[in-house]
């Protein structure tokens, strides 16, 4: 059994900061590569960032670089999203999200990944 529990949402003004964590309970979860999404209403899931296994190697996109950083704790099984500097077109559902198999390469499309959290709410007022 896979599972993914996502966390940390919340209702916070522009400039605020949060921290989502995520809890898997993936066997070997050290040696999978995670991601985090977002979903607006009336919009496209889209890719956020993501972190290989070492934790050494990640990739965010554009709109959120300098102010998201993803990390992971493998001794909990855990991977993070620190946001700062929030702003209203932050404003989601956050889901974190594993590939089916520990072998799949880092990837910002939604498709390639196959477990997902089921989601915490993001809104940043301004």
């Known amino acids: 059994q896979v599972q993914l529990v996502d966390s940390g949402g919340g209702l916070v003004q522009a400039g605020a900061s949060l921290r989502l964590s995520c809890v898997a309970s993936?066997?070997?979860?050290?040696?999978?590569?995670m991601g985090w999404f977002r979903q607006a209403p009336g919009k496209e899931r889209e890719f956020v960032a993501a972190?290989?296994?070492?934790?050494?190697?990640?990739y965010y996109q554009d709109s959120v670089k300098g102010r998201f950083t993803i990390s992971r704790d493998n001794a909990k099984n855990t991977v993070y999203l620190q946001m700062n500097s929030l702003k209203p077109e932050d404003t989601a559902v956050y889901y974190c999200?594993?590939?089916?198999?520990?072998?799949?390469?880092?990837?910002?499309?939604?498709?390639?990944?196959?477990?997902w959290g089921q989601g915490t709410q993001v809104t940043v007022s301004s």
């Open positions: 999200a594993a590939p089916r198999f520990s072998t799949a390469s880092l990837s910002t499309h939604p498709n390639d990944y196959y477990y």
């Open positions: 993936i066997r070997t979860f050290s040696s999978y590569r």
């Open positions: 972190i290989n296994w070492s934790g050494g190697n990640t």
